[in-house]
């Protein structure tokens, strides 16, 4: 039996992770089948009470995503996840687990500060949220990824390249 894939997609917040995500699961549906998306931003706001940047709520987030990815692997489902993982370290322990299990695939999405404010500013507000990030986080979420990103990431600049350009460059990249 052939590995089904994981796909982590990575990146600041506004860089495009969530509709490229969206993308790449309609289009490898048409393509392959069966595939799940997980976003780990909205497990955690499934949780009651939550609140921003809560280490509670990110740990609980991280392992029923992972909880959720290990069961669609085992039934030989393909995965995406994305998420602002921010650091390499919470990279590498997502993926850890699945290394022997699935064909790994980990992006990056960039974006300049200023689009990705900008992108961040213009988008509406999920239900569950009831402000926007203050200009600090979205700053230190950028500082962080220029430090500590996963450096085994396969980047994409959003900045020069549509959704559908990046995604049909992850579609080439996984056949």
């Given at each position: ?26 289009k ?42 290990k ?16 650091r ?88």
């Amino acid at each position: 039996m052939k590995k089904p894939f994981l796909i982590v997609i990575d990146g600041p917040m506004g860089a495009g992770k969530t509709t490229v995500s969206k993308l790449l699961h309609e289009k490898l549906h048409k393509k392959k089948g069966l595939n799940a998306l997980i976003s780990l931003d909205r497990l955690k706001r499934i949780i009651s009470g939550y609140k921003m940047d809560s280490k509670i709520h990110l740990k609980l987030a991280s392992d029923i995503g992972i909880s959720m990815t290990k069961e669609y692997l085992k039934n030989n489902i393909g995965v995406i996840v994305e998420k602002a993982f921010t650091r390499a370290e919470f990279v590498d322990s997502f993926i850890r687990p699945f290394k022997k299990k699935a064909k790994l695939f980990v992006y990056q999405i960039e974006v300049l500060t200023d689009i990705g404010a900008r992108r961040v500013r213009e988008r509406p507000l999920h239900p569950e949220i009831k402000k926007r990030p203050p200009k600090s986080k979205f700053e230190r979420n950028i500082r962080h990824y220029s430090q500590f990103k996963y450096k085994k990431a396969k980047v994409f600049d959003s900045n020069k390249l549509t959704p559908r350009q990046i995604v049909n460059r992850i579609i080439k990249d996984i056949k």
